[in-house]
C-alpha cells in the first residue's frame, strides 16, 4: 500500500523512493520535511502527526483503523483523530485512545507514544505518557489554566461508561465533556463518592490531589480525617461513600468514623455531632490532624485534646479553659452535644456548676484551674481532691469513700440510692457498716453545722467529721468542729462521754435515743436539757447556770449535780462549774450540791 505516494516531493527536498509524504490538506508535521520511513506505514503508530501514515490500511476501508501494531479494532473517521476524544473505545485496553497518539500542532509535536492534552479550545496544551491514560487520574487537568478539559485522558475508558469517567471502586460514572458546562468532573460535588472526580482539578494540586483552598491540597480524601484542617474544613472528606452510610454522594455531609449511618452538615462548630469527636478535629490549624480544640476563638495558647490517642469522651475533662469546660467530653455516648455522660451512663448539663450530678462528683472536675483534670475543686475549702475518672484500678478516688476530703462533704453527697437531692448524705462510716434506711439520710443545710443528726449510735456525728468552715476553723478528719467555730476541735473518740469539750455541749448533743440533736442527755437522772446555743427561748438549757439535770428521780442525794453546767466557761473554768458573780472555778463536783456556799452566793 502506499505505493502511489512514495517518492513525492516535501518542501525544499524531495521524499526518496523508500520514503512517504505525510499529510492530508492541512499540513504535515514538521520534522524530517515531512518525510518518514516506508517501514512506518501502517504499523498503528501515527508517525506523521495527523494519521495520514495509517489511513486506509485495512483494505476497502478509508479511515484510521485502531491498531497497536499487533491488534486491530474499530474504525475512526481521519476526521475525529486527534481530537481529544477516545474514539477507539474502551473495549480493548491496549487500543483505547490510539486515535489521540502522536498528535501536534503548532506548539506541541507529541511524540506517537504520548497522550496530547488539550484546552477546552482544542488547543494541545501538553503531551503526555501513554501510560498516564485510563490509569484512574486527571493528568491532563494540570494544564490549560482556566480552560484545563479535565479528565479528558479518563474519559470513555471503561465500556459501562461510554464517554464519561468510570470511578475506581464506586464504579459510578460521570459525565466529561470539552464543554465544562456539560461535565460534572472537578465541579466541586463528590460524584465518585470517594473524591476521585475532584482530583488535579487545581494547578496548584498534583493529579491525585484534590484542592482545599488557597494553596492547600491532600490526597489523604475519605480516610475519615480531616487532612484539609482549617482551610475549608472536611472537604476532603464530605459525601464519601460506605455502603452502611445514608450520606454517600452528599456533597453537604461528612459520615462519622464511629457510626458510619451517621452524617453531619455542622463539622468545625466545636460541637461533638458525631459523639466521637470525627467532626470536630484539626480544625483550626493550630491542633494536629487526630486533635480537638478545646476553644477555637483564642488568638495563642491553644489547648488540643488528642481524640486519636482516645483522651476524647475518656470522661477526663481536659478542655479547662474559661467557658469550654469538658467540651471535650460533650456529646459522648448517648448523650446530647451539650451535655456529659456520667460513670452511670446518665447524662447532665450540670457541670461546673458545683452540685454533684454524677454519681461521683465527675461532672466537676477540672472546674478550677488550681486542680488537675482528674481532680475536683472543693467549693468552700479550695481543697483539690482525686476523682476516679475513667475508673483505673491504679486510682484511689476521693469521692463517696466516707472520707469528708472537701470539708463540707461535697464528695460525700448522693453516695447512697436510699438518698436523695434534698437529704444527699447518708450518716455512716463505710459502705459496709452504714446506717440503714433512708431515715439515716441528712439534708444539704444540716451538715457541718454543729449538731450531731446522726443519731447516738454508732454513726453519732458522721455528719460533721472534718468540717471546714474557714481557714481559722476547721477540723482534720476524725475531729469534730464545735458549734462555737472558735472553741476547737474535739477528737471523735470524746464525742458524747458525757464531758463538755467544747464548753457549749455540741459536742454531747443527740448522744442517747431519748434526745433529740439540741439536746444534752443528763446520765444521772436520764432527762434531756436543751443546748442553749443550738435552740432559743427555753428554760432548761445548758450552761444557764442551773442545775437542770437535777437529782436522780429514784434517789434522795445528788449524784453528778450540774452536769449541764460543767465546762461553760473554757477560758476560766475549763473542767469545771464556774461561779460568775463570784469568779470561782469548782472542780471538785463533791463540793456541788453538798450544802456548802462553795461559790460565796450560794449558785
Known amino acids: ?105 503548532t506548539n506541541y509535536n507529541c511524540a ?20 498516564k491514560v485510563c490509569d484512574g487520574y486527571n493528568d491532563c487537568g494540570q494544564y490549560g489554566g482556566a480552560n484545563a478539559w479535565h479528565y479528558q485522558d479518563e474519559a470513555g475508558c471503561n465500556t459501562a461508561c461510554a464517554a464519561g469517567y468510570y470511578c475506581p471502586t464506586t464504579n459510578i460514572c460521570v459525565p466529561v ?34 484542592h482545599c ?59 461533638n455531632d458525631c459523639g466521637d469527636f470525627s ?13 480537638f480544640t478545646c476553644d477555637t476563638s483564642l488568638t495563642s495558647n491553644w489547648l488540643c485534646v488528642d481524640q486519636g490517642a482516645g483522651d476524647t469522651c475518656d470522661g477526663l475533662a481536659d478542655c479547662n479553659v474559661a467557658q469550654r469546660h469538658y467540651a471535650d467530653e460533650l456529646g459522648c455516648g448517648t448523650c446530647n452535644i451539650d451535655q456529659y455522660q456520667c460513670s452511670d451512663n446518665t447524662c447532665t448539663d450540670g457541670i461546673c456548676d458545683g452540685t454533684k450530678d454524677c454519681p461521683l462528683l465527675e461532672d466537676e472536675q477540672n472546674c478550677d484551674f488550681g486542680c488537675d483534670s482528674d481532680e475536683y475543686k472543693c467549693t468552700i475549702s479550695g481543697r483539690c481532691i482525686q476523682l476516679d475518672v475513667p475508673f483505673a484500678a491504679t486510682i484511689t478516688t476521693e469521692v463517696c469513700d466516707w472520707s469528708n476530703d472537701c470539708g463540707d462533704y461535697a464528695d460525700e453527697l448522693l453516695c447512697d440510692a436510699e438518698c436523695d437531692a434534698a437529704n444527699p448524705f447518708k450518716c455512716g462510716n463505710s459502705a459496709t457498716d452504714k446506717a440503714a434506711g433512708a431515715a439515716n439520710c441528712v439534708a444539704a443545710g444540716s451538715i457541718c453545722d454543729g449538731i450531731n443528726d446522726c443519731g447516738s449510735g454508732d454513726y453519732k456525728y458522721t455528719d460533721e467529721d472534718g468540717c471546714y468552715k474557714s481557714a481559722s476553723a476547721e477540723c ?48 444521772s437522772r436520764g432527762n434531756c ?36 453546767e460543767i465546762g461553760c466557761d473554757q477560758t476560766n473554768c475549763p473542767n469545771g462549774y464556774w461561779c460568775s458573780a463570784t469568779s470561782i472555778c469548782i472542780t471538785n463536783t463533791t463540793q456541788l450540791c453538798n450544802g456548802q456556799n462553795d461559790c460565796g452566793d450560794y449558785s
Open 476 to 523: 482534720p478528719v476524725g475531729e469534730f468542729l464545735c458549734y462555737d467555730n472558735t472553741a476547737g476541735c474535739v477528737a471523735n473518740a470524746d464525742l458524747c462521754d458525757g464531758v463538755n469539750d467544747c464548753g457549749d455541749y455540741s459536742d454531747e448533743g443527740h448522744c442517747n435515743a431519748a434526745c433529740d440533736s439540741t439536746s444534752f442527755y443528763c446520765p
Open 177 to 210: 465533556s470539552k464543554v465544562t458546562s456539560a461535565s460534572e468532573v472537578c465541579d466541586g460535588d463528590n460524584n465518585c463518592q470517594n473524591l476521585r472526580d475532584e482530583m488535579g482539578c487545581n494547578t496548584n494540586c498534583a493529579s491525585d490531589e484534590i
Open 1 to 105: 500500500s502506499y505505493n502511489d505516494e512514495k517518492g513525492c516531493e516535501a518542501g525544499a527536498s524531495d521524499c526518496t523512493t523508500a520514503q512517504f509524504l505525510c499529510g492530508f490538506s492541512t499540513g504535515t508535521r514538521p520534522e524530517a520535511d515531512g518525510c518518514i520511513a516506508e517501514s512506518l506505514l501502517c504499523d498503528g503508530a501515527n508517525d506523521c502527526g495527523d494519521f495520514s501514515d495509517e489511513f486506509a490500511c485495512v483494505s476497502g476501508n478509508a479511515e484510521y483503523t485502531c491498531s497497536d501494531g499487533t491488534t486491530n479494532g474499530g474504525n475512526v473517521a481521519i476526521a475525529s483523530t486527534c481530537d481529544g476524544v477516545n474514539d477507539c473505545g474502551a473495549a480493548n485496553s491496549a487500543l483505547r485512545f490510539r486515535d489521540e497518539l502522536g498528535c501536534y500542532d
Open 112 to 131: 506517537n507514544d504520548e497522550f496530547a492534552c488539550r484546552d477546552t479550545t482544542g488547543a494541545i496544551v501538553q503531551c503526555i505518557a501513554y501510560t
Open 279 to 291: 467532626d470536630e478535629l484539626n480544625c483550626d490549624g493550630n491542633c494536629g490532624v487526630d486533635e
Open 529 to 564: 436539757v436543751d443546748i442553749k446555743v443550738l435552740v432559743a427561748g427555753t428554760a432548761d438549757v445548758t450552761c444557764n447556770g442551773e442545775n437542770d439535770c437535777g437529782r436522780p428521780l429514784d434517789q434522795v442525794g445528788e449524784t453528778d449535780p450540774y452536769m449541764d
Open 213 to 271: 483552598g488557597g494553596t492547600t491540597c491532600t490526597s489523604n480524601v475519605c480516610d475519615d480525617n480531616n487532612d484539609c484542617g482549617s482551610e475549608n474544613p472536611y472537604t476532603d472528606e464530605f459525601g464519601c461513600f460506605d455502603p452502611a452510610s445514608n450520606c454517600g454522594g452528599d456533597v453537604t455531609l461528612f459520615q462519622c468514623v464511629s457510626d458510619s449511618a451517621t452524617c453531619v452538615s455542622d463539622v468545625c462548630d466545636g460541637n
